[in-house]
């Protein structure tokens, strides 16, 4: 028996070898889970397979592990490491022989309670072959797919098919000292450890492979079987006059408009083409945080990602790094306008299900598309919709739309028996191929639809697009989050017939803004960013190459020092290779001389270098307001500095999606800026070093917040001279007076005479009870007063002297 088993092995090895390549997550296990090859280990798997034992074995051997096929010496005897739950089912019949495990399971306990030792490594492995969630009525394909325990005859399909998408994930080892202290029967004790494991490999299988796919026939029946749709039906017939059969016919053409038709096969397919891609376009993808999302999956929570829109490579980018994180791809909230062929039928293979941009006045569609969204969370999908509802077209988050997030908790009040997390994730490039439609889009051209030949002309423009930027947020539970903030939620739960209750819009609308705050919490710092909050600043936009590494240094050196948020990422790169790699995608100029080499923004990129700033423009709001406060005042006190935030902060805050103040942030920046010889403290009293060195690097940084509080003086300074305005004349009068200093001063930046970006900064000061509502109109508080003074002390002279001449301060 012992020859047969040996001859077996050896021909799954052999069988491995050939046919079988392995995705490992994490791709270094032994640093991310702090394993100890020394120590006595075993591995714990579903599967006891002799194909799922070869593909360990060679993982293990790569990754310096002690091998599965041989025994651990567990004090005086020897064990198999490889534990496997269950034996696949014989070739004829039904009934498996049951494993060794509850046995291994045992001595491994007994030894732990007989020494006291707690150096046991048992690690939990999940080994899927393919990634198919398989179908809700199994048929021919299941022949090849793992989604069933198949026998060893089946399993040898399953390898020469699937082989090549053969995926092992290592998870934390088991916390064995929480089984061994219970006070329990030790008998028990075993069968405990083995439920665990099966537990975590179905959570683990799940987020992997996602639950079993309804065929579309099912899916529209399931559907058009709903109470809510069949009312909904009932209305359309009756509001048209038309038959109930050929109203059903209507919800069955929406169905086929809206829903996705997910394929595992298009999703192998568009992994091969999405990896030939980004290595055309760019130098590498950084993906961080991820370990808060597997932390989710591995609690059972269902998962909504919520990310920042920026391209449309987004819907591709996010959903591939996803999936190579060894977690089923979301169905994704597309635009109707994506619904082009060939790339809508793609897209929808790909997970895309697509939505209007107005449901205003279909009934019968908003039931539809609400009850479609629910099933797809009762199910236990995951989703993933972009909160803006279009993309960014000036690097800012964009207000957010609350649509899909009121559909998403409506849903929840169904009963959804899962904890359901939101994931925020932030998204940057050094290079947005649309960046270029973007600025015309915001010069008054008409945005152009998607096309077939939009497709062709961008594969055409492929090049080399710097590097993408993928930042999982801090997740935020919607179940705790209603649990804090509206105890009583779960009083409208009903499974069929939910009612808008009154408190959803306004908690709709504080989560979709705590939303955009994690998202901006997450940024990432690039050489692009970075440089454009350099040169932007400078007049001609250029700077000596010198004074430019010795700025960058300076912010690389702040963030470290005093860093926005514990989120927000830097790169790992010296100054000097982040402008070396920065001037490898023809975005600058080097301009030579005999005193040295000049950096200057090409000229076809300086307007579109404000796209780039925005992004990472809130990241610095405090330590610019600071350093432009210095660099003005020269000497200032603590207390001084704490009052301009105060009266600064919200408006912020507001604008850019910015967390709660940390009470010691500001202490950190004066800080750095203090160890970088910029400034002196003695004790509440603060001071420049007024060289020119240090005078310069604070200027430079100070000037970053120039447009923001210009637009801030122009609105202010409005309602200040006015006894009143209504709010329509303010929103008018402050646009031309931006258009003007746009002219006087040669401002260019697309979002200064935005009047969106006016507007909210006017239902700021609203909000924040800075303007109230008069007879007369809109007038200012004392604070707005105090707000103004401060603006005055920090704008240049030249700038408020065109400002005052159209808008006479009535604050002395």
């Not at 990241?619 to 000497?635: D, E, G």
């Not at 310069?696 to 637009?711: C, S």
């Not at 920090?794 to 159209?806: G, K």
């Given at each position: 028996?012992?020859?047969?088993n040996?001859c077996?092995?050896?021909?799954?090895?052999?069988?491995?070898?050939?046919?079988?390549?392995?995705?490992?997550?994490?791709?270094?296990?032994v640093?991310?889970?702090?394993?100890?090859?020394?120590?006595?280990?075993?591995?714990?798997?579903?599967?006891?397979?002799?194909?799922?034992?070869?593909?360990?074995?060679?993982?293990?051997?790569?990754?310096?592990?002690?091998?599965?096929?041989?025994?651990?010496?567990?004090?005086?005897?020897?064990?198999?490491r490889?534990?496997?739950?269950?034996?696949?089912?014989?070739?004829?019949?039904?009934?498996?022989k049951?494993?060794?495990?509850?046995?291994?399971g045992?001595?491994?306990?007994?030894?732990?309670?007989?020494?006291?030792?707690?150096?046991?490594?048992?690690?939990?492995v999940?080994?899927?072959?393919?990634?198919?969630?398989?179908?809700?009525?199994?048929?021919?394909?299941?022949?090849?797919?793992?989604?069933?325990?198949?026998?060893?005859?089946?399993?040898?399909?399953?390898?020469?098919f699937?082989?090549?998408?053969?995926?092992i994930?290592?998870?934390?080892?088991?916390?064995?000292?929480?089984?061994?202290?219970?006070?329990?029967?030790?008998?028990e004790?075993?069968?405990?450890?083995?439920?665990?494991?099966?537990?975590?490999?179905?959570?683990?299988?799940?987020?992997?492979?996602?639950?079993?796919?309804?065929?579309?026939?099912?899916?529209?029946?399931?559907?058009?079987?709903?109470?809510?749709?069949?009312?909904?039906?009932q209305?359309?017939?009756?509001?048209?006059?038309?038959?109930?059969?050929?109203?059903?016919?209507?919800?069955?053409?929406?169905?086929?408009?809206?829903?996705?038709?997910?394929?595992?096969?298009?999703?192998?397919?568009?992994?091969?083409?999405?990896?030939?891609?980004?290595?055309?376009?760019?130098?590498?993808?950084?993906?961080?945080?991820?370990?808060?999302?597997?932390?989710?999956?591995?609690?059972?929570?269902?998962?909504?990602?919520?990310?920042?829109?920026?391209?449309?490579?987004?819907?591709?980018?996010?959903?591939?790094?996803?999936?190579?994180q060894?977690l089923?791809?979301p169905?994704?909230?597309?635009?109707?306008?994506?619904?082009?062929?060939?790339?809508?039928?793609?897209?929808?293979?790909?997970?895309?299900?697509?939505?209007r941009?107005?449901?205003?006045?279909?009934?019968?569609?908003?039931?539809?598309?609400?009850?479609?969204l629910?099933?797809?969370?009762?199910?236990?999908?995951?989703?993933?919709?972009?909160?803006?509802?279009?993309?960014?077209?000036?690097?800012?988050?964009?207000?957010?739309?609350?649509?899909?997030?009121?559909?998403?908790?409506?849903?929840?009040?169904?009963?959804?028996?899962?904890?359901?997390?939101?994931?925020?994730?932030?998204?940057?490039?050094?290079?947005?191929?649309?960046?270029?439609t973007?600025?015309?889009?915001?010069?008054?051209?008409?945005?152009?639809?998607?096309?077939?030949?939009?497709?062709?002309k961008?594969?055409?423009?492929l090049?080399?697009?710097?590097?993408?930027?993928?930042?999982?947020?801090?997740?935020?539970?919607?179940?705790q989050?209603?649990?804090?903030?509206?105890?009583?939620?779960?009083?409208?739960?009903?499974?069929?017939?939910?009612?808008?209750?009154?408190?959803?819009?306004?908690?709709?609308?504080?989560?979709?803004?705590?939303?955009?705050?994690?998202?901006?919490?997450?940024?990432?710092?690039?050489?692009?960013?970075?440089?454009?909050?350099?040169?932007?600043?400078?007049?001609?936009?250029?700077?000596?190459?010198?004074?430019?590494?010795?700025?960058?240094?300076?912010?690389?050196?702040?963030?470290?020092?005093?860093?926005?948020?514990?989120?927000?990422?830097?790169?790992d790169?010296?100054?000097?290779?982040?402008?070396?790699?920065?001037?490898?995608?023809?975005?600058?100029?080097?301009?030579?001389?005999?005193?040295?080499?000049?950096?200057?923004?090409?000229?076809?990129?300086?307007?579109?270098?404000?796209?780039?700033?925005?992004?990472?423009?809130?990241?610095?709001?405090?330590?610019?307001?600071?350093?432009l406060?210095?660099f003005?005042?020269?000497?200032?006190?603590?207390?001084?500095?704490?009052?301009?935030?105060?009266?600064?902060?919200?408006?912020?805050?507001?604008?850019?999606?910015?967390?709660?103040?940390?009470?010691?942030?500001?202490?950190?920046?004066?800080?750095?800026?203090?160890?970088?010889?910029?400034?002196?403290?003695?004790?509440?009293?603060?001071?420049?070093?007024?060289?020119?060195?240090?005078?310069?690097?604070?200027?430079?940084?100070?000037?970053?917040?120039?447009?923001t509080?210009?637009?801030?003086?122009?609105?202010i300074?409005?309602i200040?001279?006015?006894?009143?305005?209504?709010?329509?004349?303010?929103?008018?009068?402050?646009?031309?007076?931006?258009?003007?200093?746009?002219?006087?001063?040669?401002?260019?930046?697309?979002?200064?005479?935005?009047?969106?970006?006016?507007?909210?900064?006017?239902?700021?000061?609203?909000?924040?009870?800075?303007i109230?509502e008069?007879?007369?109109?809109?007038?200012?508080?004392?604070?707005?007063?105090?707000?103004?003074?401060?603006?005055?002390?920090?704008?240049?002279?030249?700038?408020?002297?065109?400002?005052?001449?159209?808008?006479?301060?009535?604050?002395?």
């Amino acid at each position: 028996m012992r020859i047969l088993n040996y001859c077996l092995n050896v021909l799954s090895a052999a069988i491995s070898r050939l046919f079988v390549r392995t995705k490992v997550l994490p791709e270094k296990p032994v640093e991310q889970y702090q394993l100890n090859p020394e120590q006595p280990t075993f591995y714990i798997a579903r599967l006891n397979s002799r194909f799922d034992l070869a593909a360990l074995a060679r993982v293990c051997k790569r990754h310096g592990l002690p091998s599965p096929t041989e025994q651990q010496l567990l004090g005086e005897q020897e064990l198999e490491r490889f534990i496997g739950i269950k034996n696949p089912p014989p070739l004829f019949g039904d009934q498996a022989k049951p494993t060794n495990a509850l046995a291994q399971g045992k001595q491994i306990i007994e030894h732990l309670l007989a020494t006291g030792q707690q150096n046991v490594q048992v690690i939990p492995v999940t080994i899927l072959w393919g990634r198919a969630p398989g179908k809700e009525k199994p048929g021919i394909s299941t022949l090849i797919t793992h989604s069933l325990t198949p026998s060893w005859f089946r399993k040898l399909f399953v390898v020469l098919f699937s082989g090549r998408d053969n995926f092992i994930r290592f998870s934390q080892p088991l916390d064995l000292s929480l089984i061994v202290n219970e006070k329990a029967d030790v008998n028990e004790l075993p069968q405990k450890l083995l439920r665990v494991a099966l537990v975590h490999f179905k959570r683990q299988q799940l987020a992997a492979t996602g639950p079993k796919m309804p065929s579309r026939e099912q899916l529209f029946n399931s559907l058009l079987a709903s109470p809510t749709i069949k009312k909904a039906i009932q209305d359309e017939a009756k509001s048209k006059n038309i038959t109930q059969a050929e109203a059903r016919q209507n919800a069955v053409k929406l169905l086929n408009e809206i829903a996705a038709n997910y394929s595992e096969a298009m999703i192998r397919v568009g992994d091969r083409i999405l990896t030939w891609l980004w290595n055309k376009l760019y130098n590498g993808i950084d993906i961080k945080y991820t370990e808060q999302v597997h932390e989710l999956t591995n609690k059972g929570h269902e998962i909504i990602y919520m990310p920042c829109h920026r391209s449309h490579m987004d819907y591709l980018l996010l959903t591939y790094a996803i999936y190579h994180q060894g977690l089923v791809p979301p169905h994704i909230a597309a635009g109707i306008n994506l619904n082009f062929f060939p790339a809508g039928g793609i897209f929808r293979r790909s997970g895309a299900f697509f939505i209007r941009r107005s449901f205003s006045g279909n009934k019968l569609y908003s039931a539809v598309f609400k009850e479609y969204l629910s099933q797809l969370f009762i199910k236990g999908y995951s989703v993933k919709f972009y909160t803006e509802g279009g993309r960014s077209r000036t690097g800012r988050l964009l207000p957010p739309k609350t649509g899909m997030l009121a559909m998403t908790l409506q849903a929840m009040l169904r009963g959804i028996d899962r904890p359901v997390s939101i994931v925020p994730v932030y998204i940057g490039y050094e290079h947005v191929m649309e960046i270029n439609t973007y600025l015309k889009e915001l010069a008054g051209n008409d945005k152009k639809g998607e096309s077939i030949l939009g497709i062709f002309k961008a594969i055409k423009n492929l090049k080399n697009y710097g590097r993408g930027y993928l930042n999982f947020g801090d997740p935020i539970s919607i179940n705790q989050y209603l649990n804090d903030h509206q105890p009583n939620w779960r009083d409208d739960i009903h499974p069929t017939d939910v009612q808008k209750p009154q408190w959803l819009s306004p908690q709709v609308a504080s989560l979709a803004d705590q939303v955009m705050v994690k998202i901006n919490n997450a940024a990432a710092l690039n050489a692009v960013n970075l440089l454009a909050m350099i040169l932007l600043v400078n007049d001609r936009h250029a700077l000596s190459k010198p004074k430019l590494l010795a700025q960058l240094n300076f912010y690389l050196t702040l963030q470290r020092d005093a860093s926005y948020s514990a989120k927000v990422t830097m790169p790992d790169e010296t100054p000097e290779q982040l402008l070396t790699h920065a001037l490898k995608l023809n975005k600058f100029d080097v301009i030579s001389d005999e005193f040295g080499e000049i950096i200057a923004i090409n000229d076809k990129e300086k307007t579109l270098f404000n796209y780039y700033r925005n992004n990472i423009l809130h990241v610095f709001a405090i330590p610019s307001l600071i350093a432009l406060h210095l660099f003005r005042q020269k000497t200032t006190t603590l207390a001084q500095c704490q009052q301009l935030i105060k009266a600064f902060y919200p408006l912020f805050a507001k604008e850019w999606y910015l967390c709660e103040l940390d009470e010691h942030y500001l202490t950190r920046i004066l800080a750095s800026f203090s160890e970088q010889n910029l400034i002196e403290i003695d004790g509440d009293s603060l001071r420049t070093t007024n060289t020119n060195d240090s005078l310069a690097k604070l200027e430079m940084l100070g000037r970053a917040l120039n447009f923001t509080l210009q637009r801030y003086a122009i609105v202010i300074g409005f309602i200040q001279t006015s006894n009143g305005i209504e709010k329509a004349e303010l929103e008018r009068e402050s646009q031309v007076l931006a258009q003007r200093l746009g002219t006087l001063h040669g401002i260019k930046t697309p979002e200064f005479f935005d009047k969106k970006v006016l507007v909210g900064l006017i239902d700021s000061l609203r909000d924040q009870a800075l303007i109230t509502e008069g007879e007369q109109g809109l007038i200012g508080s004392p604070q707005l007063c105090e707000t103004y003074l401060h603006l005055k002390a920090l704008l240049p002279a030249r700038v408020w002297q065109s400002i005052s001449d159209i808008v006479q301060g009535q604050c002395k």
